[in-house]
């Protein structure tokens, strides 16, 4: 670490000559930690930028696309640098995947959110005060807390790092009041440089964070929005499911279909198994079990298609996803372009797909009207929601609350979707904070040191139980550790029930702390609870919002149901980036290039692709760029152009001709 503090000197007193070296010493040891955890021996593009300018203590903004590797970019230095790294994200999900994947490599790490027990919580804070821990992945509503930054303040950290950092723009597409308090750690922690990190933003929406963030001067490290492996594809029709089916056919491999219901979920992946294709369905309100047990079965390919809601595919990182089919329209580019980005990301061709119905523009309409309901309307939805609380008027403060929305939907006669909007634009307004439905697995830790566990009289399931514990997860005595009751209950031929309460039992007289699983939302009022007559929505809140959500809603239309222009450059424009030429690869594109013969040279190229590709068995399609003269792109784009034909087929990385 001492060497380190000194390249970071060195290289801080000569930044602007070392920025253009390819080698200095500071790099070299993040290359070296890059390998060592990772096994990577380069970086991806941008990244090394990025890591650059935050060792050499600058405000950074780090705009990559999804599975760019924006982790790699605020992990390295973590590990390169003294002192914790604050990582604030909104996504518990994500963040416990990522302390779980940083575990695994010998990297200390820990998260705390409002869904952690005192004792969970009090135990991360010692470790990150004791120096035992390099990076504190924090929720923002944590920054509501006075104590908690008192604690903050006793820690030595050298980096703020802050994950979909569109969140804290109010032109961003998910505007979250949350992480305007981030800048309480940059009052905290003056010197410490911040790294904020998001896969989508206008130029508008980058300038924004920048400014919020109060960084030092503008720093700005993008990627072009341009996929040269991803066609973008629009189907116009009013049967989408059999579209489905129809475009599954066509295009081997890995995919993942997005729609906007959890019930659609399960209905489209029924009719793609009666189909013959395997399938499965994932959303929020799955239990974490059966979350893990879906997900791990198709990013190991024995479940083909996940149909999901936009829950599913944050920190996924599975290479051969072929196609993204959007069986529902998003109400953003910024979000399409996020879950559209989950294919190729092992830079082979592949198909990012919308099947667009006569009524889907008018569905976008309704949407504007749904997520800005009437205001005296979201007055009544707040007063509803301090009644089924049991929040009395002046009280609630700071106060964190479980929140059934569902029940509480039923007891009022509240319709979800408008009830879901107004409880959105009421953390907006700052009267509450609104966290979406958190699923926590189940955890144990042992309270009893080893040597108290001889004395412990059990008896029957309890003793069992305990026993298969201790046998089953290491780890016990440190810290909270996940366990599966269902596991358990199999092993020891027992309900789960048995299993429940014998942990319960093993609680109550302090031998264990356990913290059963749990799916539910939560409020933390940020205010006292006011009266109706005082509730109001800013026009920065509502109409300002408002205008930026249709202005969102017309893009997204234009995206999807243009005709006559490409959609790549559509895309680009929305994102700020000037386009020189048509991506050639968009169905537009495509009609366009069908209307004109092809040249003779272009008519060798995919004479010789198909050659290659009708011997027995196909080929690899890196030996099918090895073989030919043509540049890459020009060689892939002219594939791509034959597999959306139906002349070639590509089954993960192989090219055949399919027979005529």
């Not at 369905?281 to 799955?286: D, I, K």
């Not at 609350?401 to 039923?410: D, G, I, K, M, R």
């Not at 439905?437 to 001889?454: F, G, P």
């Not at 029930?497 to 939560?522: C, D, F, N, Q």
């Amino acid at each position: 670490m001492a060497a380190i503090n000194i390249c970071r000197h060195i290289f801080l007193a000569n930044y602007s000559y070392l920025c253009n070296v390819q080698h200095n010493p500071l790099i070299d040891i993040a290359t070296d930690i890059l390998s060592r955890y990772w096994g990577y021996e380069s970086f991806r593009p941008m990244q090394r930028e990025i890591i650059t300018s935050v060792l050499a203590g600058r405000d950074t903004l780090g705009l990559l696309p999804t599975g760019g590797g924006k982790s790699i970019t605020f992990q390295i230095p973590a590990l390169a640098m003294d002192g914790l790294t604050i990582v604030v994200t909104p996504l518990i999900s994500l963040m416990k995947d990522q302390v779980d994947n940083l575990r695994e490599r010998g990297v200390k790490a820990t998260y705390i959110h409002s869904a952690l027990s005192r004792a969970e919580h009090r135990l991360a804070m010692d470790r990150c005060r004791l120096g035992r821990v390099k990076l504190l992945y924090l929720s923002p509503e944590k920054l509501q807390s006075r104590n908690f930054l008192e604690q903050l303040r006793l820690m030595n950290v050298s980096l703020i790092v802050v994950d979909e950092a569109h969140c804290i723009s109010q032109w961003g597409y998910d505007f979250r009041p949350s992480y305007l308090r981030i800048n309480s750690l940059r009052d905290i922690f003056p010197q410490a440089p911040v790294l904020a990190l998001t896969a989508s933003a206008t130029p508008q929406v980058a300038d924004d964070i920048m400014k919020v963030l109060r960084f030092k001067e503008p720093n700005l490290f993008s990627l072009s929005f341009t996929r040269p492996n991803l066609s973008y594809i629009v189907r116009h029709c009013d049967h989408k499911e059999q579209k489905v089916i129809d475009i599954l056919h066509a295009v081997p491999g890995t995919a993942i279909i997005y729609v906007r219901s959890r019930k659609r979920t399960r209905e489209i992946a029924a009719s793609l198994q009666n189909a013959g294709i395997s399938a499965d369905f994932y959303h929020a309100g799955l239990a974490p079990e059966d979350k893990d047990e879906k997900q791990n079965r198709w990013k190991q390919g024995a479940t083909r298609v996940m149909v999901a809601t936009n829950a599913f595919g944050m920190g996924i990182d599975k290479p051969d996803v072929r196609v993204v089919i959007h069986h529902d329209l998003p109400t953003s580019l910024e979000e399409y372009y996020q879950e559209a980005g989950r294919a190729g990301r092992d830079g082979l061709p592949a198909f990012a797909v919308i099947i667009a119905s006569r009524n889907d523009k008018g569905m976008l309409t309704r949407r504007l009207n749904e997520s800005f309901p009437p205001k005296d309307y979201i007055t009544r939805v707040y007063e509803l929601v301090g009644n089924f609380l049991d929040v009395a008027v002046g009280d609630g403060y700071n106060n964190l609350y479980e929140f059934n929305f569902n029940l509480f939907c039923q007891r009022f006669k509240l319709a979800p979707v408008p009830a879901l909007s107004s409880l959105s634009l009421l953390t907006r307004a700052g009267y509450i904070d609104f966290t979406d439905e958190i699923t926590t697995r189940s955890r144990v830790m042992v309270l009893l040191d080893k040597s108290q566990l001889y004395s412990l009289d059990l008896s029957g399931d309890t003793d069992r139980v305990f026993q298969l514990l201790l046998r089953t997860y290491t780890g016990l005595f440190a810290d909270y550790v996940y366990i599966s009751e269902p596991l358990m209950a199999s092993r020891l031929n027992v309900s789960q029930e048995t299993v429940y309460k014998s942990l319960l039992a093993l609680s109550r007289i302090h031998a264990i702390h356990y913290v059963p699983k749990k799916s539910t939302p939560y409020i933390l009022y940020t205010t006292s609870r006011e009266e109706p007559r005082y509730i109001t929505m800013p026009r920065a809140v509502y109409e300002q919002q408002r205008e930026r959500l249709k202005r969102r809603l017309e893009a997204m239309k234009a995206f999807t149901f243009s005709t006559d222009e490409c959609r790549v450059n559509i895309m680009l424009r929305y994102f700020g980036e000037q386009p020189s030429q048509p991506c050639g690869k968009c169905d537009i594109c495509r009609g366009n290039r069908r209307t004109h013969p092809q040249t003779a040279d272009t008519s060798r190229l995919t004479e010789s692709i198909i050659y290659l590709a009708s011997q027995p068995g196909g080929h690899e399609i890196d030996y099918i760029l090895s073989q030919l003269s043509q540049p890459r792109e020009k060689i892939i784009s002219t594939i791509r152009e034959l597999i959306d034909r139906g002349q070639l087929t590509l089954n993960g990385t192989n090219l055949s001709a399919n027979k005529r």
